[in-house]
């Protein structure tokens, strides 16, 4: 069954460092997705990326953080000088066009310690 | 806005007892979707199922049904005969009308289930 992978699966960094966290989501989907879980708390979402560009973000994505798909296949969140506060599990997803366009595939997820 | 608020936050049952997972949400549309997904300890995020507001007739797929009521706001989770594979953290979320805008989904804070052999 096609799925979405992400890499790495944790990252441990200082505070103020710059972090990419990447994802291959599944090939023939349209949307892509990142969202973030602080440990124990609820799937906050922060982005969502359609032809090419945002299509929505939260209050959360703030200028710290940027996503990109370089090259049709990986799709990245950056975050440009991490805080103590981001650190969570990140979680990829994407979804197909039309009537599953709300069906989201999440990835496994890249858990984040920043120290 | 659109809120979900499951207020059980863990429910500890014994193998093979029926448990019963509760979501309540809050939303302006007309049109929405309703969900269920499961966080094993290995930590992804499976989908469940879809509900789309237009349809309350329940569902059921093998030990799990999903009662939809919109006149109470609920849509609930039942697992029948609980098996220990059972034991995951249980998001309900909520999506507005599929669109091209982004397909966002806000979740509940998740009920903890532990089955005990």
Excluded at chain 1, 62 to 90: C, H, W
Aim: contains cysteine.
């Amino acid at each position: 069954e096609p799925e979405v992978t992400q890499t790495p699966s944790h990252q441990v960094t200082q505070m103020g460092q710059e972090v990419i966290l990447r994802c291959v989501p599944i090939s023939n989907h349209l949307y892509f997705y990142w969202y973030r879980q602080i440990l124990g708390q609820k799937v906050e979402f922060l982005v969502s990326f359609y032809n090419n560009e945002i299509s929505e973000k939260s209050e959360i994505f703030d200028d710290q953080f940027s996503v990109e798909r370089p090259d049709g296949s990986n799709f990245t969140l950056k975050i440009r000088s991490t805080k103590l506060e981001d650190s969570a599990m990140y979680f990829c997803a994407s979804s197909p066009g039309g009537s599953g366009a709300n069906v989201l595939t999440f990835g496994a997820g890249s858990r984040l310690t920043v120290l | 806005a659109q809120k979900v608020t499951q207020a059980q936050t863990e429910i500890s049952v014994v193998e093979k007892e029926d448990v019963t997972l509760d979501c309540v949400y809050e939303t302006r549309d007309t049109t929405y979707y309703l969900f269920w997904y499961k966080q094993p300890p290995s930590g992804e995020l499976v989908f469940l199922i879809r509900r789309n507001s237009f349809d309350e007739q329940n569902e059921i797929s093998g030990r799990y049904s999903w009662n939809f009521q919109k006149s109470t706001s609920s849509f609930n989770f039942t697992i029948t005969a609980s098996q220990v594979v059972d034991s995951a953290v249980y998001f309900c979320a909520l999506s507005d009308l599929i669109n091209n805008a982004g397909n966002m989904l806000t979740f509940g804070g998740g009920t903890r289930l532990m089955v005990k052999p």
